[in-house]
């Protein structure tokens, strides 16, 4: 630890979810089973991650400890990166805990996704919508007669190992920068206890193989906790991620409103290729005026406007209309300009968050947001916050860099 802790030290979290693996390719799930390995394009992804976190300026200066989930595909992941930067970070231990296991599914362990779905509908539908309430139950037999049968709750398991996770990082590493490799499942366990998210929300929260999300204490508890950036992969070559939940419904891009040119200039470069099916602008201030500017170059997009008063019922509004006749294959983009307040309240929404917990997303100017919403019967799900137009941006603006990872 350092020697000396000043008193507006930081503690930065770098967390990353492991490259692509032999289970996410074959749409089996993993839980905590440790037969899912990476796959040549995980380990490609990892090494190329690695690459972009060292010309970002990750080094020995600014990265204090690297943890990892101790299942091999994290494991392994996090050795790709640390060899990736290793010349300019010096190698150190990794150290592992148990309590990153990914989500633990016993009963559907190695079972296709399509499977589960259609071979256990209830416990599916209950997973998706109530994931709180979901539990597996375990025969014990004793001369093949029944001898007792108890329930588990992967969530509630999941979450104590959580909260005794930030509990010790917190307590050892305050003012530390630590890059913490993990899974999909603990990822959103993590963000979602930093936060004050309810485990109901667990699967509102996207995490791509190798996305990046930073976190950010100011305290060593998890009430000063921060969402500095989420599922960041630019540097997969995504400036807003694949959908994790289905092919269509419909897709909300959301900006904040922006007085800076050079801002809007890399708004409108990042945008310019995607087909905006509709737009929701906020009137009044500088949205109304961003938005026109960006729809300069989507002539066929459908515009919708509301005043700052009633906005959130309007968009409410517009959403399930259009939910309604979305299609499962199809997807619709939908472009959002409001006040970063406005913004803050969307995303807060769908994660369930409470209004004094809003200031725990620090959005950023020049930057997206990203909802998805796969359909009417399953619920919204964020992809990213604060994803920018490409790495060359980031590695090129330094000062945007430090703000979200050092």
Same mark, same amino acid.
């Given at each position: %630890?350092?020697?000396?802790?000043?008193?507006?030290?930081?503690?930065? +979290?770098?967390?990353?979810?492991?490259?692509?693996?032999?289970?996410?390719?074959?749409?089996?799930?993993?839980?905590?089973?440790?037969?899912?390995?990476?796959?040549?394009?995980?380990?490609?992804?990892?090494?190329?991650?690695?690459?972009?976190?060292?010309?970002? #300026?990750?080094?020995?200066?600014?990265?204090?400890?690297?943890?990892?989930?101790?299942?091999?595909?994290?494991?392994?992941?996090?050795?790709?990166?640390?060899?990736?930067?290793?010349?300019?970070?010096?190698?150190?231990?990794?150290?592992?805990?148990?309590?990153?296991?990914?989500?633990?599914?016993?009963?559907?362990?190695?079972?296709?996704?399509?499977?589960?779905?259609?071979?256990?509908?209830?416990?599916?539908?209950?997973?998706?919508?109530?994931?709180?309430?979901?539990?597996?139950?375990? *025969?014990?037999?004793?001369?093949?007669?029944?001898?007792?049968?108890?329930?588990?709750?992967?969530? /509630?398991?999941?979450?104590?190992? +959580?909260?005794? @996770?930030?509990?010790?990082?917190?307590?050892?590493?305050?003012?530390?920068?630590?890059?913490?490799?993990?899974?999909?499942?603990?990822?959103?366990? =993590?963000?979602?206890?930093?936060?004050?998210?309810?485990?109901?929300?667990?699967?509102?929260?996207?995490?791509?193989?190798?996305? *990046?999300?930073?976190?950010?204490?100011?305290?060593?508890?998890?009430?000063? #906790?921060?969402?500095?950036? %989420?599922?960041?992969?630019?540097?997969? #070559?995504?400036?807003?991620?694949?959908?994790?939940?289905?092919?269509?419904?419909?897709?909300?891009?959301?900006?904040?409103?922006?007085?800076?040119? /050079?801002?809007?200039?890399?708004?409108?470069?990042?945008?310019?290729?995607?087909?905006?099916?509709?737009?929701?602008?906020?009137? #009044?201030?500088?949205?109304?005026?961003?938005?026109?500017? *960006?729809?300069?170059?989507?002539?066929?997009?459908?515009? %919708?406007?509301?005043?700052?008063?009633?906005?959130?019922?309007?968009?409410?509004?517009?959403?399930?209309?259009?939910?309604?006749?979305?299609?499962?294959?199809?997807?619709?983009?939908?472009? /959002?300009?409001?006040?970063?307040?406005?913004?803050?309240?969307?995303?807060?929404?769908?994660?369930? %968050?409470?209004?004094?917990?809003?200031?725990?997303?620090?959005?950023? !100017?020049?930057?997206?947001?990203?909802?998805?919403? !796969?359909?009417?019967?399953? !619920?919204?799900? =964020?992809?990213?916050?604060?994803?920018?137009?490409?790495?060359?941006?980031?590695?090129?603006? !330094?000062? @945007?860099?430090?703000?979200?990872?050092?």
């Amino acid at each position: %630890m350092p020697s000396k802790i000043k008193e507006d030290s930081k503690t930065r +979290i770098i967390l990353l979810r492991h490259g692509e693996s032999t289970y996410n390719r074959l749409g089996l799930y993993q839980g905590s089973c440790n037969d899912s390995v990476l796959t040549t394009n995980g380990i490609l992804d990892a090494q190329h991650t690695g690459i972009y976190l060292a010309e970002l #300026g990750l080094n020995n200066k600014n990265l204090d400890l690297i943890y990892s989930s101790s299942l091999r595909r994290s494991y392994d992941t996090a050795q790709e990166i640390a060899q990736a930067i290793a010349n300019t970070f010096e190698p150190k231990i990794i150290h592992t805990s148990d309590l990153l296991w990914e989500t633990d599914l016993p009963q559907w362990r190695g079972l296709g996704i399509k499977y589960v779905r259609k071979s256990f509908p209830e416990e599916y539908h209950t997973w998706k919508h109530n994931p709180q309430d979901f539990f597996m139950e375990s *025969i014990e037999r004793v001369d093949n007669e029944v001898d007792s049968i108890s329930r588990f709750y992967p969530l /509630v398991d999941l979450y104590s190992k +959580i909260r005794l @996770f930030w509990q010790d990082l917190l307590r050892n590493h305050f003012g530390q920068t630590i890059l913490v490799v993990a899974h999909g499942g603990s990822n959103r366990a =993590l963000i979602s206890a930093a936060l004050g998210i309810e485990p109901k929300r667990y699967h509102c929260i996207q995490q791509s193989n190798c996305g *990046i999300s930073v976190l950010q204490f100011r305290g060593n508890s998890l009430e000063s #906790g921060q969402l500095e950036a %989420m599922n960041l992969n630019s540097h997969m #070559g995504y400036t807003i991620p694949k959908l994790q939940e289905g092919a269509g419904g419909i897709r909300l891009l959301l900006v904040c409103s922006e007085n800076d040119v /050079v801002n809007k200039h890399k708004l409108i470069s990042c945008l310019r290729n995607i087909v905006l099916d509709f737009s929701i602008l906020e009137e #009044g201030s500088n949205s109304f005026h961003t938005g026109q500017q *960006i729809l300069k170059y989507h002539s066929a997009t459908s515009q %919708m406007s509301a005043n700052s008063s009633n906005f959130l019922q309007h968009y409410t509004k517009i959403i399930k209309k259009r939910l309604n006749i979305s299609t499962e294959n199809k997807l619709s983009n939908g472009l /959002v300009v409001a006040e970063l307040e406005t913004i803050k309240k969307l995303i807060g929404n769908i994660l369930g %968050m409470s209004s004094q917990n809003l200031e725990k997303l620090n959005l950023q !100017p020049g930057t997206i947001s990203a909802i998805h919403y !796969p359909s009417v019967e399953l !619920p919204p799900v =964020l992809q990213a916050m604060n994803t920018s137009e490409s790495e060359k941006y980031l590695i090129h603006k !330094p000062e @945007f860099a430090q703000s979200y990872l050092f």
